[in-house]
T-cell receptor, first 110, second 111 residues
Framework: NAGVTQTPKFQVLKTGQSMTLQCAQD?????MSWYRQDPGMGLRLIHY???????DQGEVPNGYNVSRSTTEDFPLRLLSAAPSQTSVYFC?????????FGEGSRLTVL | GNSVTQMEGPVTLSEEAFLTINCTYT??????LFWYVQYPGEGLQLLLK?????DKGSNKGFEATYRKETTSFHLEKGSVQVSDSAVYFC??????????FGTGTRLTIIP
């Protein structure tokens, strides 16, 4: 049972480039979410989904897109990266009242 | 809105010392409360939780009691170990599926 798998673990982008952070879970959880973690700010919710075909915005959605075509996958897209998006990103799914996190993706935007 | 306020770190203790990390919350109603732990280079994982007032969550020697009267959920451990060095997050949750996290407290245990 792999849990929540995120790729890539590390990525460096130039300003204006686009990329997708992948997230997959094998626990059949309906709820999935993306957070960013920044020093002194804790975790902030970017987008979340309560099931396939349904997505909604969190606290800090600007500059990010998501889609949920299957229960398993919840990719996060940066359409035009900015230095302010330098952060560590965590995908999480929820089951049984508990959030299960991936190991994180460290993104640097130059 | 809902919010969680955590004791600011970093916190540095000697091995076998007593640990308290304070957490208070603001919420309308009675949320579920959680402590998550993040070890270096890893994602967060659930440490313990409490779903109603006066419940005590416990795991790995850590405990926290849901105090409605003081809106608190302080994390305690009687004797810390070097392996407890990590960042600890307090969080609350309502039925709207969104967790609200505190800013985290970095704990370092010195041998």
């Amino acid at each position: 049972n792999a849990g929540v798998t995120q790729t890539p673990k590390f990525q460096v982008l130039k300003t204006g480039q686009s990329m997708t952070l992948q997230c997959a879970q094998d626990m059949n959880h309906e709820y999935m979410s993306w957070y960013r973690q920044d020093p002194g700010m804790g975790l902030r919710l970017i987008h979340y989904s309560v099931g396939a075909g349904i997505t909604d915005q969190g606290e800090v959605p600007n500059g990010y897109n998501v889609s949920r075509s299957t229960t398993e996958d919840f990719p996060l897209r940066l359409l035009s990266a900015a230095p302010s998006q330098t952060s560590v990103y965590f995908c999480a799914s929820r089951g049984g009242g508990e959030l299960f996190f991936g190991e994180g993706s460290r993104l640097t935007v130059l | 809105g809902n919010s969680v306020t955590q004791m600011e770190g970093p916190v540095t203790l000697s091995e076998e010392a007593f640990l308290t990390i304070n957490c208070t919350y603001t919420a309308t109603g009675y949320p579920s409360l959680f402590w998550y732990v993040q070890y270096p280079g890893e994602g967060l994982q659930l440490l313990l939780k409490a779903t109603k007032a006066d419940d005590k969550g416990s795991n790995k020697g850590f405990e926290a009691t849901y105090r409605k009267e003081t809106t608190s959920f302080h994390l305690e451990k009687g004797s810390v170990q070097v392996s407890d060095s990590a960042v600890y997050f307090c969080a609350l949750h309502f039925g709207n599926e969104k967790l609200t996290f505190g800013t985290g407290t970095r704990l370092t245990i010195i041998p």
